[in-house]
């Protein structure tokens, strides 16, 4: 069984900056990516970045510039930095899991349980 643990959301004024992690544990043998999405009530679930193990990027538009997403890969770990962040940030945020197990190889996807930001004075 792979878990993925989110935290790091929260109430926030605009133009502040909060920081998301994730942790995976578990039965990982290899990521291939991680990263996050999110999801605005009435909205489809969107990209907000994710990572590969090499340590390429992918950001969505509307967050490039303000949020860095980086990767610790000992410890299965992902951290979101998001900077300068507006109302229309808020959301709830999703850990994105793409990884191996060994014996079998196979590849499998996992996402977090979410946590909400909220981005208001």
């Known amino acids: 069984q792979v878990q993925l643990v989110e935290s790091g959301g929260g109430l926030v004024q605009p133009g502040g900056s909060l920081r998301l992690s994730c942790v995976g544990s578990?039965?990982?043998?290899?990521?291939?990516?991680m990263g996050w999405y999110r999801q605005a009530p009435g909205k489809q679930r969107e990209l907000v970045a994710v990572?590969?193990?090499?340590?390429?990027?992918n950001y969505g538009d509307s967050v490039k510039g303000r949020f860095t997403i980086s990767r610790d890969n000992a410890k299965n770990t992902t951290y979101l930095q998001m900077n300068s962040l507006k109302p229309e940030d808020t959301a709830v945020y999703y850990c994105?899991?793409?990884?191996?197990?060994?014996?079998?190889?196979?590849?499998?996807?996992?996402w977090g349980q979410g946590t909400q930001i909220t981005v208001s004075s």
């Open positions: 990572i590969t193990g090499g340590g390429s990027t």
């Open positions: 578990g039965s990982i043998f290899n990521i291939y990516v």
């Open positions: 994105y899991l793409d990884y191996y197990t060994d014996s079998p190889r196979m590849r499998y996807y996992k």
